[in-house]
């Protein structure tokens, strides 16, 4: 068994997105050193791993917009272009026509980031995409920037460039409880041992939250699923992926076949999250109603995995408001891979005591969440 270091100056409580990304942001400010310890015995274990890995920048919430846009061009640097962390495959969001003035409204604001965007109508889409012709829509966000991830490659990424800059990475270790001193956090306690350390960061994922406090932060976690289907009538290749916003389901090429999700929310306590039947039959329902030319398509295989939110739905991204020595990552969502290098910049910046002037702090900061 390894022995843990009995002092170290973070403690990241979480392995996957929340947590390498802080950690990565922390090394590359070369902030280190720290400890990162994840409860299963490998990382990205949870929705981390099991996501639809999308790069989706057309969001109407702005905050998690303007973190996705920070994150995607850290992400196309890293690529360098070459499409194999980044696949540009564009993005379609589709929905009713009375949709058009806000489809208007985001595609200027990404425009205003330098993205390329455009405001489609039904037939415009119909004839440059002809595996949405039967689909039912009035109104198409493109948007070229969008992609898919290769979400192990930037997870390992995020771990290799923290241990790089002085961050270990412990798996199989789970904290037990946080160490406390004259009521400020100083540490973890874990089966392994005691850890002290000037911050620790928590950073769970559907565990978040509950360290330390009396009244664990209102975080919820959310079981949704993803299904992979046969090859359709149409060739995927080359397909963008498509998210239907009205009727609440989206699509992506995945092999020959297509990966898809009915955009299900089933409150759940934080677990692995077992399969329910009625996720496909959801599905399927939502197919023959909005999609007929993909009703009848052949389900492979498919896999739950929890997606954790606050009640606003923006992240909690900040010290915590009555444990000093507490910092808190978390509540990502549905949104953390997209999000993963601003948030980490964001946290670093916070834990470096300085404050951003690209993000309203309000948005995120856990103080909103007290009673």
């Known amino acids: 068994m390894d022995v ?6 973070w403690v990241v409580v979480g392995a996957g997105f929340a947590g390498a990304s802080t950690a990565w942001a922390l090394a590359r400010a070369g902030l280190g050193p720290g400890l990162i310890l994840e409860r299963e015995p490998t990382f990205g274990a949870h929705a981390s791993g099991r996501n639809a890995a999308l790069a989706k920048v057309t969001e109407s919430d702005r905050v998690v917009r303007t973190l996705a846009v920070r994150s995607l061009r850290y992400l196309k640097r890293l690529d360098g ?15 009713s026509g009375a949709t058009y003035h806000e489809f208007e409204r985001i595609r200027g604001a990404l425009a205003a ?8 109508t039904a037939g415009a889409a119909r ?59 100083t540490g973890v306690t874990t089966a392994r041992g005691d850890v002290r350390a000037d911050v620790v960061i928590d950073a769970a994922g559907a565990w978040a939250g509950r360290l330390g406090r009396a009244r664990p932060l209102p975080l ?17 290749a080359g397909l963008p992926f498509t998210w239907m916003e009205d009727a609440g389901f989206y699509f992506r090429p995945e092999g020959d076949g297509l990966l898809l ?46 997606r954790t939110f606050t009640p606003d739905r923006h992240p909690v991204i900040g010290p915590d408001s009555e444990r000093p020595g507490l910092f808190h990552v978390s509540g990502l969502g549905g949104f953390g891979m997209m ?23 309000g948005k995120v900061d856990p103080v909103r969440l007290a009673p």
Do not use: N
């Open 4 to 9: 843990l270091p009995s002092a170290t100056r």
């Open 220 to 236: 919820q976690p959310f079981r949704r699923h993803l299904f992979v289907s046969a090859p359709p009538a149409h060739a995927v």
């Open 261 to 306: 999700s009915p955009c299900d929310e089933t409150a759940s306590r934080p677990c692995a999250p077992s399969t329910d039947p009625a996720a496909a039959e959801l599905l399927a329902e939502k197919l023959a109603a909005h999609a007929p030319a993909l009703a009848d398509l052949a389900i492979r295989r498919g896999w739950a995995c929890l």
């Open 81 to 95: 272009g070459t499409g194999e962390l980044l696949r540009p495959t564009g993005g379609l969001t589709l929905a």
């Open 127 to 185: 004839r440059r995409h002809p595996l949405v012709a039967g689909l039912d829509f009035g109104a198409a966000l493109w948007c070229a920037d969008e992609g898919v991830v290769d979400i192990h490659a930037l997870l390992t990424h995020y771990l290799q460039e923290a241990r790089a800059g002085g961050f270990r990475v412990q798996t199989d270790c789970e904290v037990q409880e946080l160490r406390v001193e004259g009521g400020r956090v």
């Open 339 to 361: 999000t993963s290098a601003a948030v980490g910049e964001l946290a670093a910046t916070r834990l470096a005591g300085r404050t951003p002037d690209w993000m309203d702090l």
């Open 113 to 120: 980031e330098g993205l390329d965007a455009a405001v489609l």
